[in-house]
C-alpha cells in the first residue's frame, strides 16, 4: 500500500425533499438509525440535491437579460453539458448500487430508490424549464438578431439546393445506416452519440435501422447569408430529410432523434491491478459498451419504435427521457463559435500584461501572485518553458491533472527532457473525462525521456505543483509554482485561478519532499509550510477553526472566510457548527455544493453561505482565519470535501507577504460585496439573489477594470 492512501471515510450519498420549485435538500451522519434520520437531516444538505441547486444558479443566468444575448446562450449550452456529466457520473453511481438491488438504506438513511425519485423529479422541472428558456430565446431574441435554426421545411430553394449539395457530397459519403434484425445487432453506440431511430416498411413488413450521425461531421451547418444574418441548419435535420436515400426499397415510416447516457466511471480494484495504467486504458475502451444510465428520445416517437429502442438499448423503462424539441443542446457552442457579433458577446479584454525578461529574477525579487483571468497566465508558461532551455536548469518536477489539447506546457516539458535535463512529471491518469488525453500526454512525455509517474492506486493527485531546481552562484535554488487551478492555458481565460510562484527556501524543500513521497516510497516528513492531503490537510483546517472559538472565547474576534467550490466534508461542517454555536463569524462562498445549513438558530447563525455565478467559473479555494491584527490566509487545491481530504493528494499553502496577504484580504472583501451575480443561500438550501447595491458591484467585472485595458 502507497504511504499517501487515506482510509476510506462515511458513505456520503443522500436524497432530497422536493417541493415545487423550491429545492429543499437535507443529509444525514454516516451512522444514524431512524428515529435520528429526520432530525439530522436538518442539518444538512444533500450533496446531489445541492449541486443540482447551482446548476439551476447556471440555468437563471441564461435568463438573465443584463447578460449579452450570446451570453445567454452559452449559459444554456452549460447547463445541458453540466447536466450531462451529473449523469454519467453521480447518476451512474447511484444506478449501480439500485442494479445490485442493494435493499438497505445509505449511511444518511435514505433507501437508493428513493434517491433516484427525488433526482429525477428536480431534474424534469429543470430540462423543462431549460427547453422553454431555448425556445424562448430563439423564437424571440435570436430572431430578432437575425440569428435563426430555421426547419428544412421553412428553407427556399436555394437554400435547399446548398443544404442538398452539403448532404451528397459530404454528409451522405460519411454517414452509416445500420439494419437492425436478426442477423445484425443493434449497434454500439458510445455515450452521448446522437443517432435517428428509424421505422422501415416493406411488402407489410416492418424493420429497424439506426442512423448515427457522423462524428466526423459539425452538428451545426450554416447557410449562406450576409454579414448580419446567421442562419443554421442541424446535421440530424439534414439527414432526416434524406432518409429514403439510405433506405431505398422501403418506405420510412418514422424517425426518432436519440442518444444513450453511459456509466463513465472507472471502475477498477487498484489492490488488484499490476499496471494501473494499462487498466485505465482497458476501462476507457469499454466506455462505448458501458451500462446505459439514461435514454434520451424525442417526446414525438410512437410506443411501438420507443419499445424497440428502449429494448434493444436495454434500459429500465425508468430511466427512459422523453424530451420535447431539440436532444443535446450543447450543440449552441458550436453555433456561437459560428456567429460573428461580438455585440451580443461579452466584451473582449487583454489582461494585465505580467511577462518578464527573467522570470527567475522576478521570482527572487519577491513572490509573484497572478490572478487568472485578470492577469496574464504568461508567467506560469514561461516559467516551464524558460526552464527547458536555461543551461543552469537542472530539472524539473510537476503534477499534471488536466491539461489544454495543445498545451505549451507539455511541450515545454518534453523540450527540457530532450535538452538533457532530468524531468519528472506526475500525470493523473484517472482525471474525470480527461483520461485518454492524459494518457496521450503520459505517452508522449516518456517518448521525450520524461521520467512518468502514471497516479497512484486508491488516490488522485489533484495538487498543482512545479519544481524548478537551478544551478546559481550561490548554490542550488529552487523555484516553486504553486496554483489553485491546473496547468491550462484555455482554462485559465474562464476560470479564475490564483497562482504563487516563489523561491523561498522552506517552500522548495516542501515541494522537494511531496514529490519524493507521490513517487517513491518515502514517508511524509515534517512540513515546512505546505500542508497535505491525506495525511494532514482535514486535521490541520479543524485546528484552525478551533484557533477562532478561542479567539471568539477570548477576544469575540472569531472570524472565518472561505471561498471555495465544494463544501461537503462531514467533520469540516460539523467543526464549522461548533464554531457557529460560539459566536464565530464565518463568511462562506461556495460557488456549487454546499451540505451546511446557515441561519440555523443556535448552531449556524454567525454563518453566511453566498454564492457567485458569472461571467468566469470561481475556481480559486482561498482560506482565511482571524479578522483583525495578523489573519492566516491560505491558498488551495483542495475544497472541503471528503474526497479531497481522504481520497486525493492536496496542498494548503500559506500566502505570507504582507503585501500579498494584504492583496488577498482586500478580494476577499470585494468578492463578500458583490451585489450583481452573488446569491444568498437560506436555511432551507433555496438561494435567493443578493439585494441591489448603489452603485452595483460586480466583483469579475470590476478585476477586469482593475487588471485588464479593452482590446
Known amino acids: 500500500m502507497h504511504c499517501l492512501t487515506g482510509a476510506s471515510g462515511a458513505n456520503t450519498d443522500s436524497r432530497a425533499d422536493v417541493s415545487g420549485k423550491t429545492i429543499c435538500v437535507h443529509q444525514c451522519p454516516s451512522v444514524v438509525s431512524p428515529r435520528e434520520g429526520p432530525v439530522l437531516r436538518d442539518r444538512y444538505v444533500n450533496r446531489e440535491w445541492s449541486w443540482l441547486a447551482f446548476n439551476e444558479r447556471v440555468l437563471e443566468e441564461a435568463e438573465d437579460k443584463s447578460n449579452p444575448l450570446l451570453e445567454r446562450v452559452k449559459f444554456v449550452a452549460i447547463f445541458a453539458s453540466n447536466l450531462d456529466e451529473f449523469y454519467m457520473k453521480r447518476v451512474a453511481a447511484l444506478c449501480e448500487v439500485i442494479d445490485a438491488d442493494e435493499k438497505k438504506p445509505d449511511g444518511f438513511g435514505y433507501f437508493p430508490e428513493e434517491v433516484y425519485r427525488g433526482i429525477e423529479a428536480i431534474a424534469t422541472r429543470l430540462r423543462t424549464r ?85 462524428a466526423g461531421l459539425p452538428r451545426v451547418f450554416k447557410l449562406p447569408a450576409s454579414r448580419m ?152 508558461i514561461d516559467l516551464v518553458d524558460r526552464a527547458a532551455d536555461d543551461p543552469d536548469v537542472l530539472g524539473i518536477k510537476i503534477t499534471l491533472y488536466r491539461t489544454y489539447q495543445q498545451s505549451a506546457v507539455v511541450q515545454s516539458l518534453a523540450r527540457a527532457a530532450l535538452n538533457g535535463k532530468q524531468v519528472t512529471v506526475l500525470v493523473e491518469i484517472k482525471a474525470s473525462f480527461d483520461e485518454e488525453r492524459n494518457i496521450r500526454w503520459a505517452r508522449q512525455l516518456e517518448h521525450a525521456g520524461c521520467h512518468v509517474v502514471y497516479g497512484i492506486p486508491r488516490m488522485k493527485i489533484h495538487a498543482k505543483l512545479c519544481l524548478v531546481i537551478r544551478r546559481e552562484d550561490d548554490g542550488i535554488r529552487r523555484y516553486v509554482h504553486l496554483g489553485t487551478g491546473n496547468y491550462n492555458e484555455a482554462t485559465a481565460r474562464v476560470y479564475t485561478d490564483l497562482h504563487l510562484l516563489t523561491c523561498a527556501e522552506p517552500f522548495g524543500r516542501d515541494a522537494s519532499d511531496v514529490f519524493n513521497v507521490i513517487s517513491g516510497h518515502s514517508l511524509p516528513p515534517r512540513w515546512n509550510k505546505l500542508v497535505v492531503a491525506p495525511h494532514h490537510l482535514r486535521d490541520y483546517f479543524l485546528q484552525l477553526i478551533d484557533g477562532e472559538v478561542e479567539n471568539q472565547r477570548r477576544s469575540g474576534t472569531g472570524f472565518v472566510f472561505a471561498k471555495l467550490n465544494a463544501l461537503q466534508d462531514r467533520k469540516i461542517i ?107 443561500m437560506l436555511p432551507d438550501a433555496t438561494y435567493r439573489r443578493a439585494e441591489p447595491a448603489r452603485p452595483p458591484l460586480s466583483v469579475q467585472e470590476e478585476l477586469i477594470q482593475r487588471h485588464a485595458t479593452s482590446a
Not at 133 to 146: P, S, V, Y
Not at 256 to 275: G, H, P, T, Y
Open 130 to 214: 431549460h427547453v422553454e428558456i431555448f425556445r424562448r430565446l430563439l423564437r424571440q431574441e435570436l430572431a430578432a438578431a437575425g440569428i435563426r435554426l430555421p426547419e428544412m421545411s421553412q428553407l427556399g430553394e436555394r437554400d435547399r439546393a446548398v443544404v442538398q449539395s452539403y448532404f451528397d457530397t459530404t454528409a451522405y459519403p460519411l454517414a452509416t445506416p445500420m439494419a437492425v434484425d436478426q442477423s445484425h445487432p443493434f449497434p454500439i453506440l458510445p455515450s452521448k452519440t446522437l443517432s435517428l431511430a428509424v421505422r422501415l416498411e416493406r411488402a407489410g413488413e416492418s424493420a429497424l435501422a439506426i442512423l448515427p450521425l457522423p
Open 574 to 680: 460539523d467543526k464549522l457548527y461548533e464554531a457557529g454555536a460560539a459566536g464565530v463569524k464565518m463568511q462562506l462562498l461556495v460557488r456549487g455544493i454546499c451540505c451546511l445549513r446557515p441561519g440555523l438558530k443556535g448552531l449556524s447563525e454567525t454563518i453566511e453561505v453566498r454564492s457567485i455565478v458569472g461571467r468566469f467559473l470561481e475556481h480559486s479555494r482561498i482560506y482565511q482565519f482571524g479578522g483583525g491584527g495578523e489573519p492566516k490566509l491560505f491558498l488551495s487545491s483542495s475544497d472541503w470535501m471528503k474526497r479531497n481530504m481522504e481520497r486525493r493528494i492536496e496542498l494548503l499553502f500559506p500566502v505570507e507577504r504582507p503585501e500579498l496577504k494584504q492583496e488577498l484580504r482586500a478580494l476577499l472583501d470585494l468578492y463578500w460585496r458583490d451585489s450583481v451575480k452573488a446569491r444568498i
Open 229 to 380: 444574418d446567421h442562419r443554421f441548419v442541424l446535421l440530424e435535420d439534414i439527414l432526416r430529410a434524406n432518409l429514403e436515400r439510405f433506405f431505398r426499397g422501403y418506405e420510412v415510416r418514422e424517425s426518432a432523434v436519440f442518444r444513450v447516457m453511459r456509466d463513465s466511471e472507472l471502475n477498477i480494484d487498484e489492490d488488484e491491478v499490476s499496471d494501473l495504467l494499462e487498466a485505465v486504458e482497458e476501462q476507457v475502451r469499454g466506455r462505448p459498451r458501458a451500462k446505459p444510465v439514461a435514454l434520451e428520445i424525442e417526446r414525438t416517437v410512437s410506443p411501438g419504435l420507443l419499445e424497440q429502442v428502449t429494448e434493444r438499448v436495454g434500459v429500465a423503462a425508468d430511466r427512459v427521457k422523453l424530451l420535447d424539441g431539440r436532444i443535446d443542446l450543447t450543440f449552441l457552442y458550436e453555433l456561437i463559435a459560428k456567429t460573428s457579433r461580438p455585440d451580443l458577446q461579452d466584451r473582449m479584454y487583454d489582461a494585465g500584461a505580467t511577462e518578464y525578461d527573467d522570470i527567475f529574477q522576478r521570482i527572487r525579487e519577491s513572490d509573484l501572485l497572478v490572478h487568472v483571468p485578470y492577469q496574464s497566465y504568461r508567467p506560469v
